[in-house]
């Protein structure tokens, strides 16, 4: 497995900067979260400027890429993580599937791994039968574009949205029955949902693992801590990717620790890679 870290854990730095610092480190995978900086308007029209951003970067700093799509105020700066391939607006689905068409663009410019997204939420009431429509043909139409491009995508699970838990990641995952839909595995969101157990999970899903995040969390809320702030066990949750011999990306994703990034990304690097090694001896 490579272990990586997520750009949004470097809210303060530029992009240029935040690379720098994370191969600098020692990290091998970097989850780039699209922000403004990057591919501003998002959509298609900026997408030349962020591949010309992109690519030296990458040369100089060689690490995996995986494109994150989970901005919290990039499409409404007043409202946050909106709007959704579940918005109640027809206009607002439209301006979210094409901000992802975009990623899917930048991915397949860039040699990206995958792009890694969510539901979102609805923001009109509406009963759970159209939410899952609402997404599944979103995704339909995101599909038809990723496998054009030929670039996977990876499903993240998330605590409060419309698909939360592994279950409900099923469920969409047998509705689209696609190959190129696979799984972005968040341990800490199993943990603090008590969503089942995470071995489980890492073996159900080894065929379409394609994305792992992880930070420490406790069980009850959502919040993302550093390594020995929670109670889940990392230990376990890297036994059991070594154990189907994962060699994708784990992610580290500290977005709240922007404030102290390089300390802390560095403190997160020292800690999962001395178990990490503790797997290969």
Same mark, same amino acid.
Request: charged share 25%; net charge negative; glycine share 8%.
């Given at each position: ?16 900067? *935040? ?32 591949? *010309? ?188 990717? *070594? ?24 403190? *997160? ?13």
């Amino acid at each position: 497995m490579l272990l990586g870290y997520n750009t949004n854990g470097f809210a303060h730095h530029s992009l240029e900067d *935040a690379f720098s610092i994370i191969h600098e480190i020692g990290y091998r995978a970097v989850a780039l979260t699209i922000e403004k900086d990057l591919l501003d308007p998002p959509d298609s029209r900026g997408l030349s400027r962020a591949v *010309a951003g992109l690519r030296p970067l990458l040369t100089r700093f060689p690490m995996r890429l995986t494109i994150e799509t989970g901005s919290r105020f990039l499409l409404d700066p007043r409202r946050k993580h909106q709007p959704t391939l579940l918005s109640g607006s027809s206009e607002g689905r439209r301006t979210r599937l094409e901000f992802l068409k975009a990623a899917v663009d930048l991915a397949a410019e860039t040699n990206a791994a995958c792009v890694s997204l969510w539901s979102g939420s609805a923001d009109d009431g509406a009963p759970q039968a159209e939410c899952f429509d609402r997404l599944r043909r979103g995704l339909d139409d995101l599909l038809i574009h990723a496998d054009r491009r030929k670039v996977r995508l990876a499903f993240e699970p998330e605590p409060g949205m419309f698909v939360e838990t592994m279950a409900q990641f099923e469920e969409l995952h047998d509705a689209m029955n696609h190959p190129r839909f696979g799984l972005t595995l968040d341990v800490g969101h199993v943990h603090c949902l008590s969503d089942g157990d995470v071995a489980a999970h890492v073996h159900r899903w080894r065929d379409r693992l394609w994305n792992v995040h992880i930070e420490d969390m406790r069980r009850g809320t959502h919040e993302h801590l550093m390594f020995g702030d929670g109670d889940m066990d990392v230990a376990g949750a890297i036994n059991a990717l *070594a154990a189907i011999q994962y060699s994708g990306p784990v992610h580290i994703e500290l977005s709240r620790h922007s404030h102290d990034a390089v300390n802390v990304a560095q403190a *997160a690097y020292d800690f999962l890679s001395k178990k990490l090694e503790r797997q290969e001896n």
